[in-house]
């Protein structure tokens, strides 16, 4: 583990702290928790441009990484990104 793993790790879990969990105001259960996070991390991945990233989302990204070393053109397929639109509905 390196300085700067962590300290991507820790601004990702301050970043879901301050998304997710600091503005519902109430505890939730942990039913509740699982179930926001795995939303949460769908529209981190899937739907949220990040400015570090070049205002791309880390799938765009990763699908431009994987395309660049063998040409892919679709890393995902459709089962997949139907689950994460379901999800975000």
């Given at each position: ?30 039913d509740e ?10 529209f981190y ?45």
């Amino acid at each position: 583990r390196s300085p700067k793993t962590n300290a991507h790790v820790e601004r990702f879990i301050q970043t879901v702290e301050k998304e997710l969990w600091m503005i519902e105001g109430t505890e939730p259960t942990v039913d509740e928790m699982n179930r926001k996070l795995f939303r949460y991390l769908s529209f981190y991945n899937f739907v949220r441009p990040h400015q570090g990233l070049g205002y791309k989302t880390p799938v765009e990204k990763f699908e431009e990484y994987i395309k660049k070393l063998q040409g892919v053109h679709h890393v995902l397929n459709e089962n997949t990104i139907l689950t994460i639109t379901n999800i975000r509905d």
